[in-house]
């Protein structure tokens, strides 16, 4: 089954979505080695799965490992299309997370590390969403416990991994494919 992924097409600096084999390596450019690659089945599913919670005007989602606006929107627009689209027409109140400012990420917090966690997070999330960051950090233990620290009681948590993707080092990629029984 084919997969999306996304790259820059160099001439217009404008990018494009090609069909790619997901046992084949993502697209290089001399501009981006790697892009991280949510794949658009997979912001299918996972949208699907959002939609199925019902959350309104009064729930708080939080997107742990989130990058960029310009990512969710211009690189891989499944992801603002599938996942984030449909919240804010119900006006969900949406927080992205990442460890590294930049525009469209609303707080900048290290979820690989002990306690680091803003107070304003801290049991905050009705619903956690953590697609494919488990596979760049060395403590997932750390970071699940903290991912656990971030949702409210009684709160949902979606965490993807990949299983069969090509090695994507965003800073690295520890090699982390578990199975589902795994995760």
């Not at 069909?19 to 690659?37: A, F, G, K, N």
């Not at 599938?82 to 027409?89: D, G, I, N, Q, T």
């Not at 997070?121 to 960051?133: H, I, P, R, T, W």
């Not at 709160?155 to 993707?165: A, E, K, N, Q, S």
Request: glycine share 6%; with cysteine; proline share 9%.
């Amino acid at each position: 089954r084919s997969s999306y992924t996304t790259h820059l097409n160099l001439r217009g600096h404008k990018p494009r979505v090609p069909m790619i084999d997901p046992r084949q390596e993502c697209p290089r450019s001399s501009i981006v080695d790697y892009l991280p690659c949510v794949l658009a089945e997979e912001a299918t599913w996972i949208g699907a799965r959002i939609a199925a919670l019902h959350l309104g005007s009064e729930a708080n989602v939080i997107d742990v490992g989130s990058s960029s606006e310009r990512t969710r929107t211009v690189y891989q627009p499944y992801i603002g299309y599938e996942l984030f689209s449909p919240l804010a027409k119900r006006a969900v109140n949406v927080i992205h997370v990442d460890t590294k400012a930049d525009e469209g990420v609303d707080v900048v917090a290290d979820v690989t590390k002990p306690r680091h966690l803003p107070d304003r997070l801290v049991a905050s999330g009705d619903l956690v969403l953590c697609a494919n960051l488990l596979e760049h950090v060395t403590d997932r233990a750390t970071v699940l416990s903290n991912l656990h620290a971030v949702t409210k009681p009684g709160g949902r948590l979606i965490v993807t991994v990949p299983h069969r993707y090509p090695y994507h080092p965003d800073p690295i990629d520890t090699g982390f494919r578990p199975s589902p029984s795994e995760l």
